[in-house]
Nanobody, 125 residues
Framework: QVQLVETGGGVVQAGGSLRLSCAAAGGTLDYYVVGWFRQAPGSEREGISLIITSDDSTYYADSVKGRFTTSRDKTRNTVYLQMNNLKPEDTAVYYC??????????????????WGRGTQVTVSS
């Protein structure tokens, strides 16, 4: 059973950058879909990015397109989320998730059954 751990969150000023990591243990991420989600206080969990690791194709929500980039290091079994030009509205807890049964890209959190514990990102104005 794959286990995911997110790291890299922190406090940054608007316009700054952070890189989040999602490390997988207990299984390879090859041929998986790995999604990045975020949840702000009082809001629903939002899918923002995903990577299909069979071909490293990536997809982004409109809210982050052009600012965030998802990539993968196969040798480290890790997926990254590079976040540039951060805005205060990006403040949230960020999660990565996957599910070995998922064979298509989905931004619906209900399609994922394996989640990390999340990492807090705070963007100050």
């Amino acid at each position: 059973q794959v286990q995911l751990v997110e790291t890299g969150g922190g406090v940054v000023q608007a316009g700054g950058s952070l890189r989040l990591s999602c490390a997988a243990a207990g299984g390879t991420l090859d041929y998986y879909v790995v999604g990045w989600f975020r949840q702000a206080p009082g809001s629903e969990r939002e899918g923002i990015s995903l990577i299909i690791t069979s071909d490293d194709s990536t997809y982004y929500a409109d809210s982050v397109k052009g600012r965030f980039t998802t990539s993968r290091d196969k040798t480290r079994n890790t997926v990254y989320l590079q976040m540039n030009n951060l805005k205060p509205e990006d403040t949230a807890v960020y999660y990565c998730a996957t599910d070995p049964r998922l064979r298509y890209g989905s931004f619906d959190p209900r399609d994922y059954n394996y989640w990390g514990r999340g990492t807090q990102v705070t963007v100050s104005s």
